[in-house]
Antibody
Framework: EVQLVESGGGLVQPGRSLKLSCAAS????????MAWVRQAPKKGLEWVAT????????YYPDSVKGRFTISRDNAKSTLYLQMDSLRSEDTATYYC???????????WGQGVMVTVSS | DIQMTQSPASLSASLEEIVTITCQAS??????LAWYQQKPGKSPQLLIY???SLADGVPSRFSGSRSGTQYSLKISRLQVEDIGIYYC?????????FGAGTKLELK
């Protein structure tokens, strides 16, 4: 059974940093691209970052480019999201997602809440 | 960026009714489209990928179709467990974009 378990969320002040983790199990982690998707309170879904299976290529939308960094440790089956220079508009539930093919995601974690506020 | 225009924004339907939700892509995305269902307080669940392929474990009353750059999700006989918010996702080119969502309620 595929499991994705996010951690590391919480309350953080604007301008500060936070690092999210996603522990994966139930599949060969190193064989699949992975991604982060977020959802602001009562809002829709927004793609945040994708990393290829080997970790050599990463992709971001303009809204987080230069501030967020996606990475992975295939030996630990863990995905990360380093979030720097956080803004109030980054407040959201962050989901870790496994790619089925390309950036079509087939499994999602339960999500972790990040609140950016002073 | 590719825009995904999803309609309707909300929909009220009766049990056993046929329901159709559409997403219009602003440019060609081939079959790089997926549909997700999200229930309150839960993470999204994959229903359809590749525009028309049914994900594992998804009931056969769900189906996806494509006509040019318009994509549709059809629920052939609405059940109570189908209530939730539905999203489309284009994965043809970054930035990957979701539709705004369709809230499906029981009449």
């Amino acid at each position: 059974e595929v499991q994705l378990v996010e951690s590391g969320g919480g309350l953080v002040q604007p301008g500060r940093s936070l690092k999210l983790s996603c522990a994966a199990s139930g599949f060969t982690f190193s064989s699949f691209a992975m991604a982060w998707v977020r959802q602001a309170p009562k809002k829709g879904l927004e793609w945040v970052a994708t990393i290829t299976s080997g970790g050599s290529n990463t992709y971001y939308p303009d809204s987080v480019k230069g501030r967020f960094t996606i990475s992975r440790d295939n030996a630990k089956s863990t995905l990360y999201l380093q979030m720097d220079s956080l803004r109030s508009e980054d407040t959201a539930t962050y989901y870790c997602a496994k790619a089925l093919t390309g950036s079509l995601f087939d499994y999602w974690g339960q999500g972790v809440m990040v609140t950016v506020s002073s | 960026d590719i825009q995904m225009t999803q309609s309707p924004a909300s929909l009220s339907a009766s049990l056993e009714e046929i329901v159709t939700i559409t997403c219009q892509a602003s440019q060609d995305i081939g079959n790089w489209l997926a549909w997700y269902q999200q229930k309150p307080g839960k993470s999204p669940q994959l229903l359809i990928y590749g525009a028309t392929s049914l994900a594992d474990g998804v009931p056969s009353r769900f189906s996806g179709s494509r006509s040019g750059t318009q994509y549709s999700l059809k629920i052939s006989r609405l059940q109570v467990e189908d209530i939730g918010i539905y999203y489309c996702l284009q994965a043809y080119s970054a930035p990957y974009t979701f539709g705004a969502g369709t809230k499906l309620e029981l009449k």
